[in-house]
């Protein structure tokens, strides 16, 4: 047998004894999760290419630019994707040591981890990209030929990023120790990812179902520039439509540059390992890890605090030191910014007559999305407070520090800025939609004590449930524990809601009549809020009590 393929036999054989039937059943949900969005994502575009063949003459430019730009898309992500994966594949992978210590060739190593680095890197597009061919085929009716070439047409534009992303990782890896390098890329590849999210969502695609505004959309479309006679995303679009259309044009000129450019820049990936592999390899296996830290340190230097802030200071120092948490925080900016923006182009202005009535009642739904939000968010950061501490709890058990103690200084250092994102939130999005007075004041309320019983259940389940034993941190909320606090959050959410929904229908009703609330009506708004107080509160303080009791034994 060739060393090469041997070399890859482990992954093979480690996805093979995955595959049984308790473990299919345990992601089933995710499955069809998956199936459900894919489903999504083939209908979306459908419709959307079927309105465009109804438009004459510009239809089928529509559908060639459409294309183009999502063969753009892809090509950019894949790039990074590569780079990133490469560098875990060639110089970051536990069995790298183990490999260089037997009598293999450094070529059959790199051809392995090429296909590995290509298959890790690629096989997500493919899977977003097959809803979108096939949905072009129906529309256009392509015969059998279009789908018998698209293998031979979509893998070669996967292999140039693919050898792309493998000669810069090479040439990384010998200018930066791979492990410092790998800190620098993530950091560049989420804020690389957070600007092409917020690109397209600032360009309003909600315009696509506004008819009066098409034309002006159909100007822009046809006038952007993404027709490059250079670039891979337009060899790739040229070559397949011929084969949607049905008309002669140079479709296998423009496969047969893509087949040979992927050769080319594969060729040019081995070479480049060739020249750099060995010696950037002895770096990255050599070298000491040298985290990027935020310059925040500083500001908590000097005397020694008191113990409750200690505790809030050494979980603050490890959050800035470990790369692959704070940076998150970037993906967290990115929500609030499209969360706000989204209430920014709501068409209030188009609403006559009834937009007090409808900003108010939009005000409410947004204390659920809200809700909701800071709900995923707590399910992030709060719950896993407590399996943070890893196997080095022992340190905080065999310390004099009491575990209500510990536990009080989970709870203030995650609830404190999640109350501050959710006033934020809540404020923001009422000034936008003009909602003042008493709606503003009772918005703002009821936020904070769902704030208040979200950050209870995260860290007091996080008590109950924690998961010390650990590979990922974002496996930690993926737990039965993580997965029952999402329903009581969830559940603690809806109901917070509901019950308000009726004064909010008194107050509503009252203000469209002009009429003040009767006093039967006060009673019943007391008590409606009275049950949220009283909600609120049991979410907040129980799961903490629980998991105070569990810690102490």
Known sequence: ??????????????????????????????????????????????????????????????????????????????????????????????????LLTRPVAIKNIQSAKTVETFLTSSWMVILFALPVLIAYGNVYKAGILYYLELPFIFIPF???????????????????????????????????????????????????????????????????????VFMPYYWITQALLPLLTGENGEGIFYTLVLISNAAFFMLIASWSGFLFYRDAVNKALSSKRQAIRLPLEKFFSGKIPKLGTALMIKDLKIFLRDNSQWPQLLLLLALVVIYVYNFKVLPLDAITGAAFIISNFIAFLNLILAGFVLSAIAARFLFPAVSLEGQAFWVIKSSPVSMKDFLRSKLISGLAPLIILSQLLIFTTNLILHVKGIMLIISLATIFLMTLAIGGLGIGLGAVYPRFQYDNIASIPMGFGGILFMILALLSVTLTVLFEAWPLYLYLNDKLIGRALSTWEIIQTCISLTIVIVLNAICFYVPLRVGLKRLEE
Not at 162 to 190: E, F, Q, S, W
Not at 215 to 226: N, Q
């Open 1 to 98: 047998m060739r060393i090469a393929p041997l070399l890859l036999t482990p992954k093979i054989l480690s996805f093979k004894n995955s595959i049984n039937i308790k473990k299919i059943l345990n992601r089933l949900p995710f499955v069809l999760l998956g199936i459900f969005f894919w489903l999504f994502i083939y209908i979306i575009f459908y419709k959307i290419l079927i309105y465009f063949k109804s438009i004459e003459v510009l239809g089928d430019i529509l559908a060639a630019k459409l294309l183009s730009m999502i063969f753009l898309s892809f090509l950019s992500l894949m790039v990074m994707s590569n780079i990133i994966t490469a560098l875990s594949t060639f110089y970051l992978s536990k069995d790298i040591e183990l």
């Open 158 to 228: 996967l292999l140039i990023p693919a050898g792309i992303g493998i000669t810069a990782t090479h040439i990384i890896a010998k200018t930066l120790p791979a492990k410092n390098a790998r800190d620098v890329l993530m950091l560049l590849g989420i804020i690389f990812f957070l600007a092409i999210f917020l690109f397209f969502r600032f360009l309003q695609p909600e315009k696509f179902l506004k008819p009066e505004s098409f034309p002006t959309l159909l100007e822009y479309l046809v006038s952007i520039g993404t027709d490059s």
